[in-house]
């Protein structure tokens, strides 16, 4: 994506409209703009206006094409009145139920329709009585207005957003008809700013339904989640409770260079593993109270039981929690923009410099380490020394910081959970290939890094057999894993294919080490890079 901000996915305004026995209305917008004075208008200048003065160019000019007005004006919705707007979000009722999308200018009207179950039906105007018949909502719309160049699968979460609200709101309409008494009280709240229009007051009806109705105020809310986290957290009528995140507004604000969508994630989330470890971005009591109410126990436990030192396998078992259902609450986190995947911290891990690390002096993490950190080490040395792959070990010794504290309370590892979080640095694994046979074929690619240079070929299946110190296990073992020794997998992915323990592992490696090249680069999966 060319923009680095995540303003372009912010909504312009929130619409409220419905159908019924009154006709099409109108009957929530946020923002709106303000009056002269005191005093709020619901509507910028009328379109009137600007048909009056379109119809005078074209009289005088009948080859100039009319000229396209902007309708986003200080950033607000600008030239469309409350009836045209109304008339523009009414659909038919065979529409209901599907994704709605308008272009207009430089705007777009996105939302998902909704036709009432009472409305679907003709029996409740006999149960009711005529008169409510008469006042009964057809269809409502809450719509999103955004800018015309936001991609489609934004588009499509904004609906599915809407698609939420509507089924919210039909339930409550259906329990306690939340949202009839709610539109009748909008509706008087314009009866009565055109009567203090007339007496020579000046008010928005939107901001006195901001007032008065607690669904002016819900919407509002949302709007402002929406633009503010990209994460709505909202109880409709304190009963229906709504979890929604826009995921690349999310993650976007966390890493304002990557763009993200939906889907992209929920592939990436499939390569989850049970040797990965989580890393929150956040406090954990920060992340535990950002949870709904009604979450479960077992959320709560693995949040509390995961640690950057654990894999998530053993989170699984002190929790006592099935490692499906740990898996469940990982991809929540990570939708979310509360965690990252990492591999488990220890000495032996090699961290080296990432490829798509955001070093812009202007970025704000330089100020950031120096606050978190002090005057210790400056971020610039300490990406300096991490140029190179170098164990955790290693760097702790080259800044002559020695673990005098508990493994996890140490700086340097603090260190590097920082940049683990911030996605500077990468881990670096060891992938194997087998060296090139007697017909002269080559098994390792030219661009990757070895550790050693190739020895002289001889036959292999001669070196298996005369070896004195490899069991019959051991030759089994290996056929087993020789799939794996053309770079396609680091030890703890073979260790999780073919369920062998590390030391069996390394032990067999060694064995064979003559037949293997060993080489180090960061693992490809996509859900260590989000």
């Known amino acids: 994506m060319p923009q680095r901000s995540a303003e372009f996915l912010r909504p312009i305004a929130v619409l409220l409209a419905s159908y019924g026995a009154k006709g099409e209305k109108l009957l929530f917008k946020y923002p709106y703009t303000c009056g002269n004075g005191s005093g709020e208008k619901s509507t910028p200048e009328p379109d009137e206006r600007r048909a009056s003065n379109s119809s005078t160019n074209r009289a005088a000019h009948p080859l100039r094409r009319s000229v396209r007005l902007p309708c986003i004006q200080n950033g607000m919705l600008s030239g469309f009145s409350d009836a045209i707007l109304a008339n523009l979000l009414t659909v038919k009722n065979e529409n209901c139920g599907r994704p709605f999308e308008l272009k207009v200018n430089d705007v777009k009207f996105v939302g998902l329709p909704w036709l009432l179950a009472e409305a679907s039906s003709s029996s409740h105007a006999a149960d009711d009585g005529d008169q409510k018949a008469e006042q009964a909502m057809v269809l409502f719309h809450v719509v999103f207005v955004l800018t ?173 929690v099935p490692t499906r259902q740990v898996f469940e609450v990982v991809s929540q986190l990570v939708f979310y923009s509360k965690a990252i995947v990492i591999f488990p911290i220890a000495d032996v891990n090699k961290y080296c410099l990432s490829a798509d690390a955001d070093l812009d002096i202007k970025s704000g993490l330089f100020e950031l380490f120096a606050h978190d950190f002090g005057q210790l080490v400056r971020l610039a040395d300490m990406l300096s020394r991490l140029s190179f792959p170098v164990s955790l070990a290693e760097l702790r010794t080259s800044l002559g910081m020695h673990n005098r504290e508990s493994f996890a309370q140490d700086v340097v590892t603090r260190m590097i959970l920082w940049l683990l979080r911030h996605r500077l640095v990468q881990q670096y694994h060891q992938y194997f290939y087998l060296l090139p046979t007697g017909d002269g074929q080559q098994t390792v690619p030219s661009s990757v890094r070895t550790e050693h240079q190739p020895r002289p070929v001889v036959d292999r299946d001669t070196r298996l057999s005369g070896s004195t110190d490899t069991s019959a296990e051991d030759v089994e073992l290996y056929h087993r894993l020789r799939r794996y020794f053309d770079g396609s997998a680091h030890i703890e992915e073979m260790m999780y294919r073919e369920n062998c323990n590390r030391m069996q592992l390394v032990g067999l490696l060694e064995k064979f080490s003559e037949q293997l090249i060993a080489c180090e680069h960061e693992d490809p999966a996509e859900i260590l890079r989000l």
């Open 148 to 320: 015309c160049n936001v991609p489609n699968d934004v588009i499509e979460a904004y609906q599915q957003l809407s698609r939420r609200i509507a089924i919210a709101l039909q339930h409550e309409e259906t329990r306690c008809h939340y949202l009839g008494q709610q539109a009748n009280a909008m509706l008087a709240c314009f009866d009565e700013v055109a009567m203090s229009t007339d007496a020579g007051e000046d008010e928005s009806p939107f901001g006195m339904m901001l007032r008065r109705c607690p669904l002016g105020r819900e919407l509002r809310d949302v709007f402002a989640a929406i633009s503010d986290t990209g994460e709505v957290k909202l109880c409709i009528n304190n009963w229906i409770q709504i979890n929604y995140c826009l995921v690349p507004k999310a993650h976007m604000l966390r890493r304002p260079s990557v763009y993200l969508t939906a889907t992209l994630l929920r592939q990436a989330l499939l390569e989850l593993r049970p040797y990965h470890a989580i890393l929150l971005t956040d406090d954990v009591k920060n992340v535990i109270s950002d949870l709904s109410a009604d979450s479960s126990p077992c959320f709560l436990r693995v949040i509390k039981m995961a640690t950057p030192l654990k894999t998530l396998e053993a989170v699984a078992s002190e929790a006592d």
